[in-house]
């Protein structure tokens, strides 16, 4: 008999099934509660509920352990360029020679956008937005090509996936020139992937910009540590909307929308902009603790902090290392480094963040590396957009795959008023 969970409620006993991991953790199955008890359950932010049963990426946040199908993060980070760590998540195996040649010339294929999209940049001026501008691009995307909407078999799916990733890391290179008023530099076809994208964002019609190897081998791990990440906000509004039969680009656009907020994705930014006002103000960060240690400041330490990890990130700490190794071959110092330095010392010591288990994510370090590179703090969450595409295909893709998918539909628990009627508004007050 396998094990069950016993629940007792209103005097009647239930027993509900359990639903087994191959690693990590097992969960209660309430898909029946509601038919059963009459009850639902709360659980506010999800802390405690599996939304799916998903093949794609493990995290164990007591121990600290990210893997990508079943490899781990850290082989994946010194071992794998982008575009492998890409094939990994999305197709489930590390790619042999011929299928990475195959998903390179997809690619190369669809790098340059559809050339009356590239007029939607004169309409954005120099503020647009570039996360709401990447969004917008990716839903525009699929008036130039609606076959990638309805895919009929793998080889479509291929394509579409293909499609999207070349064409958002196009977007993102555009964007930034547009918005600096510089000429939109169209895809070459003799690079890969990282090498074009920095070749779109800083060659000029009559200056070629040449990549120092070490900017592309950084810029290939900081997207391979952001392929992908389980259930985190994005990715779950990617399948939120993947579970209505939507497309997949409009599902990875509402993926971009939710990685925005400051709490996610926008972390990288705030990390930074909190750091250069701690540098530029001559802060101390024992004072700067203080204040975030003080509910009423309403400060986080951002970049610290994590749903799942209450260990170290293990990404934070393969990038804090690549930190160090970057700004030492580029021969160039950050400041900035030295206080995110300081700010973890500090916090490593303070019962505050120790008893909450409060460690540096992903976003702590991320930022020196793109500032090394010369990514400008607008650019942050779009590169972390352009690194995390990966993982949204991959879990669109589960959705899509599911023969047994449902649309999803949470419940609620309704606080509001009972029942009441409608009266004039002379009646009203
Ligand atoms: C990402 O989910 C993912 O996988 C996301 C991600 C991915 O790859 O997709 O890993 C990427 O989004 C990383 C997180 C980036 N965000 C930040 O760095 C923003 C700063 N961090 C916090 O806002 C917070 O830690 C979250 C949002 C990351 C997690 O929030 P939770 O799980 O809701 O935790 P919580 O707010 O309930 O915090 C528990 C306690 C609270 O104090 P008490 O009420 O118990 O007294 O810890 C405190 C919080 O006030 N706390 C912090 C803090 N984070 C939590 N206090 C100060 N600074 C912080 N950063």
Redesign the pocket.
């Known amino acids: 008999m396998s094990e069950t969970a016993k629940l007792t409620l209103d005097g009647k006993e239930y027993e509900l099934p359990i639903i087994e991991s191959s690693v990590g953790d097992k969960g209660i199955d309430i898909s029946g509660l509601r038919a059963e008890t009459g009850y639902i359950t709360a659980d506010s932010?999800y802390?405690n509920t599996g939304s799916c049963q998903s093949k794609i990426t493990f995290?164990d946040g007591e121990k600290g352990i990210l893997r990508y199908r079943g490899y781990p993060i850290e082989e994946i980070a010194k071992n794998s360029s982008f575009i492998e760590a890409a094939y990994l998540v999305i197709f489930g195996k590390l790619c042999t020679q011929e299928e990475r040649d195959d998903f390179a010339k997809l690619l190369e294929q669809n790098a340059a956008l559809p050339q009356p999209m590239l007029k939607h940049f004169d309409g954005y001026g120099s503020d647009g937005q570039p996360m709401a501008i990447l969004s917008a691009m990716v839903n525009s995307l699929t008036a130039y090509d609606p076959s990638v909407m309805h895919p009929k078999d793998e080889s479509d799916v291929t394509y579409a996936a293909a499609n999207l990733m070349s064409s958002v890391r196009t977007i993102a290179a555009a964007s930034y020139k547009a918005s600096i008023g510089e000429p939109i530099m169209p895809p070459r076809y003799d690079m890969k992937y990282v090498e074009n994208f920095l070749h779109m964002m800083f060659s000029k019609p009559y200056h070629e910009y040449v990549p120092e190897p070490e900017v592309a081998v950084a810029l290939n791990m900081f997207l391979a540590l952001?392929a992908d990440?389980?259930q985190?906000?994005?990715?779950s509004t990617v399948r939120m909307v993947a579970s209505s039969q939507a497309n997949m680009y409009a599902s990875c656009a509402a993926g971009i929308t939710a990685l925005w907020g400051?709490?996610?994705?926008g972390?990288n930014v705030?990390?930074v902009q909190m750091l250069q006002e701690i540098q530029e103000e001559g802060l101390d960060p024992e004072k700067f603790m203080d204040l975030?240690?003080d509910?009423k400041s309403g400060?986080?330490?951002?970049?610290?902090?994590?749903?799942?990890?209450k260990n170290f990130?293990p990404?934070a700490k393969i990038l804090k290392g690549a930190c160090f190794d970057m700004l030492e071959k580029l021969n160039v110092s950050d400041p900035l480094l030295d206080v995110a330095l300081k700010l973890e010392e500090v916090a490593l010591k303070d019962d505050?963040?120790v008893e909450?288990k409060?460690y540096p994510?992903?976003?702590?370090y991320s930022g020196i590396i793109l500032r090394a590179i010369g990514i400008p703090l607008d650019m942050f969450t779009v590169m972390f957009a352009i690194g995390?595409m990966p993982g949204w295909i991959a879990n669109w893709k589960e959705v899509h795959d599911d023969p047994k998918a449902r649309i999803y539909r949470p419940r609620q628990i309704y606080t509001g008023e009972v029942e009441r009627h409608w009266v004039p508004r002379s009646e009203r007050s």
Not at 262 to 265: F, R, T, W
Request: charged letters at 25%.
């Open positions: 932010g802390g995290i952001h990440h389980e985190n906000c994005s990715t400051p709490l996610h994705g972390a705030a990390v975030v240690k509910k400060r986080k330490l951002m970049g610290f902090g994590h749903r799942v990890y990130d990404r505050y963040f909450r409060l994510n992903v976003d702590f995390r």
